[in-house]
């Protein structure tokens, strides 16, 4: 079991580039997450998917953010354009029944 | 909506002495508990849940927790720490199969 893995572990762009982020959950899990933690906001959800399908997408925090889940195997989670306050460790996890598993991270850092 | 206070940011403790740190939650029919560890620059372990069953659970690293209904808590304890506890921990509840955590305490072990 390779856990929840999630590309690349860090990213720095500029301003108004957008930026993509990869996850591959666990094999067999059905439900995906995708969380953002910063000092000032801790961790928050942003969506989550179940069997693919996006269930609660309330936390995005603007239209710049977008997620896919094109099928069991890979999500992504874009923001176009990005912006400096976007700046945050982005986490994915991936569940089966009340096991939540997260993947690394990736730390997005926009200049 | 249900939501995880966690009243400590910050524990210091001393090594091998014994540690609680302190976990409400708002009240609810049924809830599933949770705590996971982060150490520095890494994703989040978990540590120990509780679904049901014993109020008492044991995780992983020594760790144990109570969920305590009539208190609304559940307290992540260990009878003695070591140099490499020293992390971020975060209480988490799940609630329509997500899971919202609390703002964090980081347990501080000095030699």
């Known amino acids: 079991d390779a856990g929840v893995i999630q590309s690349p572990r860090h990213e720095v762009t500029e301003m108004g580039q957008e930026v993509t982020l990869r996850c591959k959950p666990i094999?067999?899990?059905?439900?995906l997450f995708w969380y953002r933690q910063t000092m000032m906001r801790g961790l928050e959800l942003l969506i989550y998917f179940n069997n693919n399908v996006p269930i609660d997408d309330s936390g995005m925090p603007e239209d710049r953010f977008s997620a896919k889940m094109p099928n069991a195997s890979f999500s992504t989670l874009k923001i176009q354009p990005s912006e400096p306050r976007d700046s945050a460790v982005y986490f994915c996890?991936?569940?089966?029944?009340?096991?939540?598993?997260f993947g690394s991270g990736t730390r997005l850092t926009v200049v | 909506a249900q939501s995880v206070t966690q009243l400590d940011s910050q524990v210091p403790v001393f090594e091998e002495a014994p540690v609680e740190l302190r976990c409400n939650y708002s009240s609810s029919v049924s809830v599933y508990l949770f705590w996971y560890v982060q150490y520095p620059n890494q994703g989040l372990q978990l540590l120990l849940k509780?679904?049901?069953?014993?109020?008492l659970v044991k995780g992983i690293n020594g760790f144990e927790a109570e969920f305590n209904k009539s208190q609304t808590s559940f307290h992540l304890r260990k009878p003695s720490v070591h140099i490499s506890d020293t992390a971020e921990y975060f209480c988490?509840?799940?609630?329509?199969?997500?899971?919202?955590f609390g703002t964090g305490t980081l347990l501080a072990v000095q030699p």
């Open positions: 509780y679904l049901s069953g014993s109020t």
């Open positions: 996890a991936s569940r089966r029944s009340y096991g939540y598993t």
């Open positions: 988490a509840v799940s609630e329509a199969n997500k899971l919202i």
């Open positions: 094999s067999g899990h059905n439900s």
